[in-house]
Nanobody, 115 residues
Framework: QVQLVESGGGLVQPGGSLRLSCAAS????????MGWYRQAPGKQRELVAR???????TYADSVKGRFSISRDNAKNMAYLQMNSLKPDDTAVYYC?????????WGQGTQVTVSS
């Protein structure tokens, strides 16, 4: 059974940084695409960043140059480094894995950017 658990969210001032972590169990982060999505109140869930099994990265235009996705295969973790945060980045952030035609989601972690 694949389980994904996010952590690292919180309250940060505009311009600040956070690193989100996604701990995976029941599946290897190195073998499948991993992604970070977010959902703000009243909005649809949207892709923030994705890393393919071949390490190709994709970013939403709104976060390019500010966010970076990575993974640590030895720890079986995925990360989202978020810099220069803006109030518009406020959302619940979800980790996911695309595995053999199925998509698995974590429970989400809240990120609030406010002064």
């Amino acid at each position: 059974q694949v389980q994904l658990v996010e952590s690292g969210g919180g309250l940060v001032q505009p311009g600040g940084s956070l690193r989100l972590s996604c701990a995976a169990s029941g599946s290897s982060v190195s073998s499948y695409a991993m992604g970070w999505y977010r959902q703000a109140p009243g909005k649809q869930r949207e892709l923030v960043a994705r890393i393919s099994s071949g390490d190709t990265t994709t970013y939403a235009d709104s976060v390019k140059g500010r966010f970076s996705i990575s993974r640590d295969n030895a720890k079986n973790m995925a990360y989202l480094q978020m810099n220069s945060l803006k109030p518009d980045d406020t959302a619940v952030y979800y980790c996911n894995q695309e595995r053999r035609g199925a998509v698995y989601w974590g429970q989400g972690t809240q990120v609030t950017v406010s002064s």
